[in-house]
């Protein structure tokens, strides 16, 4: 089994479910739900979460503040086998990011968003040759990390390939905005790309999913894993080409938070253990679904043991 490090985000989602409505200034100034939840959030913590519930050796290098929030992130990540103990770096000056997410009757979400500690982490914050210690580097959170987007993530990814470490790049909504001249800045120096179809339509409007693989191998990238959400998931590289549908109906949906986290935990569960592509992909797809079966990102390590055991 390779060794996967994980850098990005690590906040707190307090989720509230279900959002119907929101207040409005002197009309409506106050909603109730029915259910609230705190969870570890942010792609890469959601990533390594379940890649240790797995059994990888995986690390995560993020940066949390040096309160009660940092303290509870960091228990949850050492209690699920996350290794945090050099890498996990802590904030004298700003609290823990924290993202209030809303959720709706059908699983989607709107966020508000105190981004902290996550706003100066750079990668001076860290030891390289610790980050550089592993075959698979994962970086799901492009256009979260404004200290790290752009030239250092590029540098970054273009020394790990000259280390023969795969590289593994995500975007997310975050608080740079998307940007099409960071994500192509990117891509000669990603071996995998595993992006979300519906932000990729801001960046490419009226693209199809085939199109923009086929833009982005050109590109540089090597293998494509285009995540289409309810429709399911396009591969593309030089040897495959393949579409695999979504496990569950929508109907089944209670919450799609940390949904492509866990499909790319899935997925890269099956490539540190020399899968083929196509079992990557549904294994992924498969733990992408036990986790929009629930509210918050995180799934129990029973269900994971008993996905495992049935693959």
């Known amino acids: 089994m390779k060794t996967v490090n994980c850098i990005g985000s690590c906040l707190v ?8 409505q929101y207040p409005q200034h002197k009309i409506r100034t106050n909603i109730f739900v029915d259910e609230l939840k705190s969870s570890p959030g942010g792609g890469a913590t959601n990533c390594s979460l379940t890649l240790a519930k797995l059994g990888t050796n995986v690390k995560l ?27 996990l770096r802590r904030s004298e000056k700003r609290s823990t990011s924290t993202v209030i ?18 706003s100066d982490f750079k990668l001076k914050d860290l030891e390289l040759n610790e980050l550089y210690d592993c075959e698979i580097l994962l ?25 023969g470490i795969l590289t593994i790049l995500d975007e997310t909504w975050g608080i740079s905005g998307l940007h099409k001249e960071v994500f192509e800045s990117c891509l000669p120096f990603v071996d995998y790309l595993m992006p979300s179809a519906d932000d990729l339509s801001f960046l ?18 090597k293998n494509i894993v285009l995540k289409l959400g309810s429709k399911g998931v396009f591969v593309l590289n030089n040897e495959n080409s393949f579409e695999l549908p979504a496990i569950i109906e ?9 949904a492509g986290d866990n499909f790319n935990a899935g997925f890269i569960y099956g490539l540190s253990n020399g899968h083929p592509l196509k079992w990557c ?22 269900e994971l043991k008993s996905l495992f055991e049935a693959n």
Not at 142 to 153: C, E, K, R, S, T
Request: proline share 5%; charged share 25%.
């Open 250 to 258: 929508k109907s089944e949906v209670i919450d799609t938070t940390g």
């Open 139 to 163: 970086y799901p959170d492009l256009f979260n990390l404004p200290m790290i987007d752009g030239a250092p993530l590029c540098e970054l990814f273009e020394n790990a390939q000259r280390r």
């Open 281 to 302: 992909a549904d294994f992924g797809s498969k733990v992408a679904a036990l986790s929009v079966q629930q509210l918050g990102a995180s799934v129990q390590k029973e």
């Open 13 to 20: 989602d307090i989720l509230l479910s279900p959002v119907t």
């Open 101 to 118: 997410v809303g959720v709706d009757q059908v699983g989607e979400r709107s966020f508000m968003s105190y981004h902290g500690a996550l």
């Open 204 to 221: 490419y409007p009226g693209e199809k999913p085939d199109d923009l693989a086929k833009l982005f191998m050109r590109k540089g990238v």
């Open 61 to 87: 290098f993020s940066k949390i503040g040096n309160d009660l929030q940092g303290d509870y992130l960091q228990e949850e990540l050492n209690t699920a086998g996350v290794q945090t103990e050099s890498t």
